[in-house]
T-cell receptor
Framework: GDSVTQMEGPVTLSEEAFLTINCTYT??????LFWYVQYPGEGLQLLLK?????DKGSNKGFEATYRKETTSFHLEKGSVQVSDSAVYFC???????????FGKGTHLIIQP | DAGVIQSPRHEVTEMGQEVTLRCKPI?????LFWYRQTMMRGLELLIY????????DSGMPEDRFSAKMPNASFSTLKIQPSEPRDSAVYFC?????????????FGSGTQLSVL
């Protein structure tokens, strides 16, 4: 079945550092790919998405490119802020499926 | 719009008791999802509904779990009897249409602790 693997956390960085959170997936067909973010005490919120190969999703300074050849969708940000501290989930929606399959989440901690 | 509303925010109960979690999706959304979040397994899809009809409940862990959606604005997830291993955060999410719109809107979750 479909699955998503993302790097274990927590990831701890200093403010203004460069961020990469790795995500790889296994799916049949051509899935849509997503990054969701969960702030403390809240539900998940969609951060960005890409629906086909080579698409780049971007939002709030975060970017991720759909790489079909490496089945990856790594999340990047050039300069992180303390307010980016949260748990980040990579997810996919497989062809014909209605629910999303989520990775286990990566806890990001940004120190001032 | 108030977003997806879940209640209660926190529930502490004793093993063997019945637990009912409630969800009000965003008005106009036709699809509703129940997820469970634990440290060990991350986010797991338990069940989802399209137009109030359960479509896939293969994620429901046991017969002790049941979910209903009697109308477009309300859903419940019931655990009877509850067990300590059911302790988790349960999220409800809704979307306009699961087949054509992929953005899920999540509630704030119910933190369940079964002692």
């Amino acid at each position: 079945g479909d699955s998503v693997t993302q790097m274990e956390g927590p990831v701890t960085l200093s403010e203004e550092a460069f961020l990469t959170i790795n995500c790889t997936y296994t799916a049949t067909g051509y899935p849509s790919l997503f990054w969701y973010v969960q702030y403390p005490g809240e539900g998940l919120q969609l951060l960005l998405k890409a629906t086909k190969a080579d698409d780049k999703g971007s939002n709030k300074g975060f970017e991720a490119t759909y790489r079909k050849e490496t089945t990856s969708f790594h999340l990047e940000k050039g300069s992180v802020q303390v307010s980016d501290s949260a748990v980040y989930f990579c997810a996919l929606r497989g062809g014909g499926a209605d629910g999303l399959t989520f990775g286990k989440g990566t806890h990001l901690i940004i120190q001032p | 719009d108030a977003g997806v509303i879940q209640s209660p925010r926190h529930e502490v109960t004793e093993m063997g008791q019945e637990v009912t979690l409630r969800c009000k999706p965003i008005s106009g959304h036709n699809s509703l999802f129940w997820y469970r979040q634990t440290m060990m397994r991350g986010l797991e899809l338990l069940i989802y509904f399209n137009n109030n009809v359960p479509i896939d409940d293969s994620g429901m862990p046991e017969d002790r779990f049941s979910a209903k959606m009697p109308n477009a604005s309300f859903s419940t997830l019931k655990i009877q009897p509850s067990e300590p291993r059911d302790s988790a955060v349960y999220f409800c999410a809704s979307s306009v249409n699961s087949a054509t719109n992929e953005k899920l809107f999540f509630g704030s979750g119910t933190q369940l602790s079964v002692l």
